[in-house]
């Protein structure tokens, strides 16, 4: 009985854990990667505003990843929105990594968020 | 009823005192659920399965006390956890808790901005409880713990090639650790129960994220009251008090944290002796959120329990 119920939870941990993976795109492209530009309209913002993020890249077969230290994303590509709420005034940084199969480059920009009023 | 039935019908209430740790904000990395409580009592050789389902949903900022007319956004999550727990001896247990968010989204009131929605396994925690104080006949008991939360599930979750803020991610990212104290008197088929809980948060360091949730501290007051050998209600006042999170360099995060009190009423519903059903919600009765935050407006969860008595002697506990 013991062994049952304790082979019952393993294989409910291995079918949760097996559901679990990341949503990445994937580039059929080599050949080298270049970020030109990583440009955003606005460099200071109030909270709940969200700004335009763009980045210029040569390559083939580029996919776009984003990430932020603080605050949220939205969109995908190689133009994207950021916005950050009260939880993350300040310096946030964003990272966006251009990459095709056999290549990357990364580069980041800062953004401020004022503190709400 | 014999002493056995009376046993496990005990168990199984004192079971059901598990409560959804819901934050004092809306929405953070990792598990809802914590596991403290629900292994006291537990006699030797004994074995209790639970499954538990929440809901939570937040659509409210709060600035302080006061609601505020903002609505950039609302978030809610759909959670489900198992958990199993042991008697090791009549006084010691042993319990592990692990939990899956089958969704954590958020919608935005921005105009081009998509719901955003994170899912996967969150944390798993383990936790170690010795009853100091047991007295059968007085219905008594006073029972120390010892968990640790693992972040086992998924962080860092990347969605459409976009990394979800750390409010969507499943798991919490750091281990934490928890002591707790549970004090249980039965009064003739009643009782009353006392809690109080405290959570230490590590600082999360991952590839992308590096911040530390403030420490929480809980302390719970519950009434139990039996209407028949299966049925029974349960009202429990809670008070969550968390500190201010951390960000990188030490910068205190001045819109985190804060304080709630919450009211939980439960119906607990046992149509065998040894199963157990569970309905409750969480209702906060009193915010304050320091600085603006968005904030739980309630949750609803469902509990299943299973004991097993594994100890064919089934020997009288001893006072």
Do not use: K
């Given at each position: 009985m013991m062994t049952k119920i304790l082979y019952s939870v393993i294989l409910l941990v291995a079918i949760l854990a097996s559901s679990c993976t990341k949503?990445?795109?994937e580039s059929d492209g080599t050949g080298n990667v270049t970020i030109e530009s990583l440009i955003a309209d606005d460099t200071v913002l109030n909270v709940w505003v969200p700004t335009k993020i763009m980045v210029t890249a040569t390559g083939e077969g580029l996919v776009?990843?984003?990430?932020?230290?603080?605050?949220?994303?939205?969109?995908?590509?190689?133009?994207i929105e950021?916005?950050?709420?009260?939880?993350?005034?300040?310096?946030?940084?964003i990272t966006c990594t251009v990459a095709n199969s056999t290549n990357s480059d990364s580069k980041q920009i800062k953004?401020?968020?004022l503190p709400f009023k | 009823m014999n002493k056995i039935k009376l046993y496990t019908l005990v168990i199984l209430s004192i079971a059901f005192f598990t409560i959804n740790r819901a934050n004092a904000q809306c929405c953070g990395a990792g598990n809802p659920v914590s596991g403290f409580g629900n292994v006291s009592g537990l006699p030797f050789k004994t074995l209790l399965i639970g499954s538990n389902y929440k809901y939570s949903y937040s659509d409210q900022y709060y600035s302080g006390s006061d609601k505020t007319d903002i609505s950039p956004d609302k978030s809610y999550y759909n959670f489900v956890g198992v958990n199993m727990a042991y008697g090791i001896t009549n006084r010691l247990s042993v319990r592990a808790d692990i939990g899956y968010f089958i969704n954590k989204s958020k919608i935005y009131n921005i105009q081009g901005w998509s719901p955003m929605k994170g899912n996967g396994l969150g944390d798993a925690e383990l936790s170690v409880r010795y009853t100091v104080v047991k007295r059968v006949l007085k219905k008594f008991d006073v029972i120390p713990g010892f968990g640790v939360k693992l972040p086992v599930g998924v962080f860092d979750q990347v969605v459409d090639d976009v990394k979800l803020p750390i409010s969507l991610q499943p798991s919490s990212g750091s281990v934490k650790y928890n002591v707790n104290v549970f004090v249980f008197k039965g009064i003739n088929k009643h009782s009353v129960s006392f809690r109080a809980f405290a959570e230490f948060a590590n600082r999360i360091q991952s590839e992308n994220f590096d911040y530390k949730y403030g420490n929480l501290y809980i302390v719970s007051a519950y009434g139990s009251f039996s209407i028949n050998k299966k049925l029974?209600?349960?009202?429990?006042?809670?008070?969550?008090?968390r500190e201010k999170s951390m960000r990188e360099n030490k910068q205190i995060v001045e819109s985190s944290g804060g304080q709630v009190l919450f009211f939980i009423p439960q119906l607990?519903?046992?149509?065998?002796?040894?199963?157990?059903?569970?309905?409750?919600a969480d209702i906060p009765l009193y915010k304050y959120m320091n600085g603006t935050q968005l904030s739980n407006k309630f949750a609803i969860s469902i509990k299943l329990s299973k004991s097993i008595n594994f100890n064919k002697n089934c020997e009288p506990q001893k006072i």
């Open positions: 949503n990445d795109s776009y990843n984003w990430e932020a230290d603080h605050g949220e994303l939205n969109g995908s590509g190689s133009q950021y916005m950050a709420g009260t939880c993350c005034t300040g310096i946030n940084t953004i401020r968020i | 029974n209600l349960l009202s429990q006042l809670r008070y969550e008090f607990n519903v046992m149509p065998t002796e040894s199963f157990g059903i569970s309905l409750y």
